[in-house]
């Protein structure tokens, strides 16, 4: 592109007032995108931000300080909205087959966005988003394609990220250059999520009704996650747990166990493991609370899912269970160990393990677990 020509285009979009984000897959990417949105939110500090996101990252709304709006939308070219949709078809026979993306579309018009900039991994076609852009009349659109999109997008910007290849970028990086490409930056790359004080509150009144007292250390360890294949097994975590209660270097500390809503026998699974003297959670009722017993957490063990992304936006240091069905979701700028067993079926990109046998995960000794979460405390040898 010719220097009038990147001119003319920072240009336009330093003119941006209102300006649409789209972000439709899970928590765990909308969190990862936080520091392209603190871009946005720096380069353009008078403008209105509105995230447009799957219904469930609208428990971000409160949290996310560079966000004015967050719009909840089931998109059908995403796999949970289209199974969102399809349910509320399956509840609502009376609803006309595609009126509630219409009814979202006329709501985008009203908006009346100047700009709207689509975020996506390397796996995803932007172009569907940018037709509703088009729709909804937004004249400034980027996004990375790697088709040609013509008319859909002003800013085209080439997707060379491929899995498996070594240039492939964090997906963090990958946003944070997108949005560069038109001139928004930011001083701080860190993930962002802002802990409140009720959110504190709630933690500590949780920790507390399963006798915990508030001045004690604690370790979390979270075995859920959304897909099948990101999970390592429960008594593993369980067996790891025990492990770590046997420890000298965590006399004191204790292990606090805590997962999301239809985990429950997860939780049981691991406690069963550690045979007893785990700290159970039931599920925090709000993604706050989540977050604050992350922040209070000396460690978090889990699985590739949201709360490692939220100890990323907290600082909380994490031994992170990593699947290898995807390279760019590793922890972001925090304290980490990524522990897994190399595989040749690596960058799968599947819910569920195509080979059937998981070893990508499986096949990390619990032993390797325990002693990751001390290397956090200080480097002395594992006791006998």
């Given amino acids: 592109m010719s220097e009038p020509a990147v001119e003319g285009r920072l240009q336009r979009w330093s003119e941006a007032r209102r300006v649409l984000l789209i972000r439709l897959d899970n928590l765990g990417d909308v969190l ?37 709006e967050v719009i909840g939308f089931h998109a059908p070219w995403v796999k949970a909205g289209a199974a969102a949709l399809d349910e509320l078809a399956r509840r609502t026979p009376s609803l006309a087959h595609g009126e509630a993306e219409r009814a979202q579309l006329r709501r985008l018009a009203e908006a009346r966005f100047d700009a709207a900039i689509i975020f996506t991994v390397c796996t995803q076609s932007p172009l569907p988003a940018a037709l509703l852009c088009r729709l909804a ?28 290849s070594v240039t492939l970028r964090h997906e963090v990086q990958r946003q944070l250059d997108l949005v560069a490409q038109v001139g928004l930056r930011t001083r701080d790359e860190r993930l962002r999520f802002h802990v409140r004080e009720e959110d504190g509150q709630a933690a500590r009144q949780l920790l507390q009704a399963t006798g915990l007292a508030p001045d004690v250390p604690y370790l979390l360890v979270h075995p859920g996650a959304s897909a099948a ?14 492990l770590m209660r046997r420890d000298p270097l965590l006399a004191g500390v204790r292990i606090v166990f805590c997962a999301g809503p239809g985990e429950a026998a997860l939780l049981r699974e691991a406690e069963a493991a550690m045979d007893g003297d785990g700290v159970v959670l039931p599920p925090p009722a709000t993604l706050g609370t989540l977050a604050a017993l992350v922040a209070g957490a000396r460690v978090l063990v889990a699985n590739n899912s949201g709360p490692v992304h939220l100890a990323a936006a907290l600082g ?26 190399d595989v040749p079926c690596r960058n799968c990109l599947k819910s569920v393990c195509p080979q059937g046998h998981h070893d990508c995960l499986r096949r990390v000794p619990p032993r390797a677990v325990a002693e990751a979460v001390r290397t956090f405390l200080r480097p002395v040898a594992w006791a006998a």
Avoid at 318 to 332: I, K, R, S
């Fill in 32 to 68: 990862m995108t936080t520091p392209a949105i603190a871009a946005v939110r720096e380069s353009l500090p008078k403008a209105h931000l509105a995230l447009l996101a799957a219904p469930p990252s609208q428990a971000l709304q409160p949290h996310l300080r560079d966000v004015d």
């Fill in 137 to 164: 009349g937004i004249p400034l659109v980027l996004a990375h394609s790697r088709e040609r999109a013509y008319g859909l997008l002003s800013d085209e910007i080439a997707d060379g990220d491929l899995i498996g």
């Fill in 229 to 242: 294949s990101r999970r390592y097994p429960a008594a593993s975590f369980g067996a790891a747990a025990a």
């Fill in 316 to 341: 909380t240091p994490v031994v992170e269970l990593y699947a290898l069905t995807n390279p760019q979701h590793t922890p972001w700028r925090v304290p980490a160990r990524v522990l897994s067993h």
